[in-house]
């Protein structure tokens, strides 16, 4: 048996054509491995520049963190060991404004502002007159009734002291007439002599009746006339001490200076206000003070312990805290032998220091609230730094010194120390200190 033969289909000139395949040939095996291996070799390149970027980064960071704090330079100059002390400033010389005395109902409708710079003459207080000038129109018209009243009596003695003069000399000329008929008893009768001198009798009788009537007219009209001047009198008197009232009912400036304002404890010490418009005060009571400016003066508290290191006339320095960026020099010029009473709460008792002004100064007003630092000793050539500088190492005293590595911990001595700076050994003049401790927070972090 034969077998078939299977004819292959010709191309072009006769070549056999290959068969069709729709699977692609792999690719060669080296050629995967040298792909696999790039991408590794890109991974790990790019993780280790990411790993020393970030330890790059870190590094700066705390370099930066133990280098970017505040600073300041420890200086060389002479130190001033102070005492610090809190006060405030009182006037050596004031004029006191009392309320006027006598009068009553004092109440208060005007005041000039407090601290307001005032002349003699100028206008501090004024009460409430309505009350008064009241009570003065209704004594001025009592007066001008007892002034009529007095004048009435007056004209009233007046004509009775002339109707009684009228009736005397008519009298006194009865009792001439009479005598003249009584010489003529020679030429009359026996009786109608003796009616001559019974006339005459009588005329003298009326004449010494009307003498004694007009006499007591005289001093019944003196006594009446007196009582109603003395009304008069006494009216008069009420009326010029109302007008008085009214006159002191505004309080004046006495001299120049500043109003201040005192007190008022009418509703007791925990609720005590300065006066204001629209209290009542007592008459003679002080409402407010003048004082002299020139003679301003810082009061300050003085603890037990500093007692002794304070003398007079110590040099001084008085920073107020209306004006923190002002220095104002001075001298200690008082110092209390004895703690004094305060009426603080809890009370406490501590001695006082006076400093004065070597220059004054317009701002400065009674009552303003400061410290005092008083100058007890000197060290010349200290090493100083601010007190924020120096922290506390295993119960030593250090110093973050600044370095190109970061903040570098130095032991100091403390030589003095003042609330603001302190003088220490152990470091030279010009060093970089940092004024917080950064690396105290780093270990608690």
Request: charged share 25%.
């Amino acid at each position: 048996m034969i077998p078939a033969v299977t004819e292959e289909p010709v191309s072009g000139a006769g070549s056999p054509v290959a068969p069709q395949s729709s699977a692609a040939p792999p690719p060669p095996r080296g050629r995967l491995r040298g792909r696999w291996g790039g991408w590794l070799f890109a991974a790990l390149t790019a993780g280790a520049v990411s790993a020393i970027l970030f330890f790059a980064v870190r590094q700066t960071q705390r370099v930066s963190a133990k280098t970017s704090g505040p600073v300041a330079q420890a200086r060389k100059g002479d130190f001033l060991v102070i005492v610090s002390c809190r006060g405030d400033l009182v006037a050596g010389k004031s004029v006191l404004i009392a309320a006027p005395t006598r009068v009553p109902d004092l109440r208060i409708i005007w005041i000039a502002p407090q601290g307001n710079p005032v002349k003699p003459g100028d206008v501090i207080v004024r009460f409430d007159d309505s009350s008064a000038k009241r009570q003065l129109q209704e004594k001025e018209a009592a007066l001008k009734q007892a002034q009529a009243s007095l004048d009435q009596a007056t004209a009233e003695a007046l004509m009775t002291e002339e109707t009684g003069k009228l009736e005397l000399a008519t009298a006194r000329h009865a009792v001439e007439r009479a005598r003249l008929d009584v010489q003529r008893a020679e030429i009359v009768s026996a009786i109608q002599a003796e009616e001559f001198k019974l006339d005459l009798g009588l005329a003298e009788e009326k004449l010494r009746v009307q003498e004694a009537a007009n006499q007591l007219n005289r001093v019944s009209a003196g006594s009446k006339a007196a009582n109603l001047r003395s009304l008069r009198d006494k009216q008069q008197v009420e009326v010029d001490l109302t007008k008085r009232r009214i006159g002191q009912m505004v309080v004046e400036a006495p001299s120049e200076g500043v109003v201040t304002y005192l007190m008022n404890y009418s509703q007791g010490w925990v609720n005590a206000r300065p006066f204001k418009v629209g209290d009542n005060v007592w008459p003679g009571s002080a409402i407010a003070e003048i004082p002299d400016l020139t003679t301003l003066q810082m009061k300050a508290k003085v603890e037990e312990m500093d007692r002794s290191r304070i003398e007079v006339p110590q040099q001084a320095r008085i920073v107020l805290d209306p004006f923190p960026e002002k220095q104002f020099p001075g001298k200690v010029v008082q110092v209390s032998p004895l703690t004094e009473q305060n009426f603080e709460w809890p009370p406490t008792r501590n001695f006082r220091a006076f400093a004065s002004f070597d220059e004054t100064d317009a701002r400065l007003r009674p009552g303003m609230n400061g410290r005092l630092d008083v100058v007890v000793g000197r060290i010349p050539g200290a090493i100083t730094v601010p007190s924020k500088a120096v922290f506390t190492r295993n119960g030593q005293p250090v110093v973050l010194v600044r370095t190109e590595k970061g903040l570098k911990p130095m032991n100091v001595a403390v030589v003095a120390r003042n609330p603001d700076e302190v003088a220490v050994n152990g470091i030279q003049a010009g060093t970089e200190v940092a004024l917080t401790d950064d690396l105290a927070a780093e270990k608690g972090h």
